[in-house]
């Protein structure tokens, strides 16, 4: 009975880790051999791995990533691909997110661009680092809503405290003046102290061109450029690749 109540207490006090902790304590013969002191430290190892996992799947909930399971240990860095596994792996475990670089990724629809994208942004949520995953072509609309019911402030407040804001196909889409304005707020208030990740078809030389006016594009790209680490990616789209056994499969061997 006392065991059921010291149960419950650790419950209310959010203490989680410790009371799935004590039960297996409970329920296993070898603990009795233990002293005092070595199943108190297991239990407050417990409640420190449970916070830091549940820390990591908030944090994986709130990216919002496109490709959640996303893990560059499983990158297909296959001759023709244009990745050098070592390279990117170096980033990963680099301070490009302390030191607020950019990272650009290029290269032809079906290329992984995406993909290796969330793979980085993922990796950072695992290391403790917050992470927002935001379509290009949907920007547009994501403001009107924000501006409409009075949310935009708040939310540039918290994109500008995100470790890691990934943009994903950009130049996709137009650009409004509404839309060029924000995005050069967005970027502003990120630059040289925090992370992003930006992904695109159109060659960094055809950004300026594409963001529409001469003096915004200036002072985007120049906070861009600042530090920035560029992959650009190459060979067949992904998704033809991942057809072929499927569609071969079915093919009438006649």
């Known amino acids: 009975m006392m065991m059921n109540t010291t149960l419950d207490q650790l419950r209310s006090l959010k203490l989680l880790g410790m009371a799935a902790g004590l039960q297996d304590q409970l329920t296993s013969a070898g603990m009795t051999t233990m002293s005092f002191e070595e199943r108190t430290a297991l239990l407050v190892e417990r409640e420190v791995h449970w916070r830091s996992d549940k820390r990591r799947e908030r944090l994986l909930k709130d990216a919002r990533l496109k490709y959640p399971q996303a893990a560059i240990e499983d990158m297909d860095a296959r001759a023709g691909r244009g990745i050098d ?63 409409g019911n009075g949310t935009f402030g708040k939310w540039l407040i918290q994109l500008a405290k995100t470790d890691v804001l990934l943009l994903d196909d950009w130049g996709m889409a137009a650009l409004d003046v509404q839309a060029r304005g924000d995005l050069l707020e967005i970027i502003d208030d990120r630059a040289a102290s925090k992370a992003t990740i930006i992904t695109s078809q159109l060659p960094i030389e055809h950004w300026h061109a594409w963001v529409g006016d001469a003096t915004i594009a200036d002072a985007i790209l120049d906070r861009l450029m600042q530090q920035n680490h560029r992959l650009t990616l190459t060979g067949e789209s992904l998704r033809q690749t991942a057809k072929t056994p499927q569609k071969e499969k079915n093919k009438d061997p006649s």
């Open 85 to 147: 596994r070592k390279a990117v792996m170096s980033l990963a475990l680099g301070d490009w997110i302390d030191s607020g670089h950019s990272v650009l990724i290029t290269g032809p629809t079906g290329a992984g661009k995406s993909w290796l994208a969330c793979a980085l942004a993922q990796y950072a949520c695992r290391r403790g680092r917050s992470a927002y995953y935001q379509r290009m072509p949907r920007l547009g609309e994501e403001l009107r809503i924000r501006h």
